[in-house]
């Protein structure tokens, strides 16, 4: 059993603060840009898809994730309060 088949699923629609569009996202291709500037490894390749994903949500909205993404999938959704 893997880690993720262990974990709740949400129940409902949740916004987490780092978006990755799958159609834009090309870590399938090799590509792991965002998850190696990540300073608190927050992101991950998924087994299943191959594409990028927020394993936890712990972001700093340090932004290199979204800066760095070859392909403007990753988007880091700043809290109103923090802009």
């Known amino acids: ?21 799958d159609a834009k996202c090309i870590a399938d291709k090799g590509c792991t840009v965002c998850v190696d500037v990540c300073p608190l490894d927050v992101l991950r390749i998924s087994e299943i898809t191959q594409k ?3 394993a936890y949500d712990e972001c700093w909205y340090c932004m290199p994730c979204q ?3 070859p392909t403007d999938a990753v988007t880091v959704n700043i809290p109103y309060l923090l802009k």
């Open 67 to 69: 800066t760095d993404c």
């Open 52 to 54: 990028a994903y927020m």
């Open 1 to 21: 059993m893997k880690v993720y088949d262990r974990m709740p699923l949400a129940t409902s629609y949740t916004i987490v603060p780092v978006e990755v569009d």
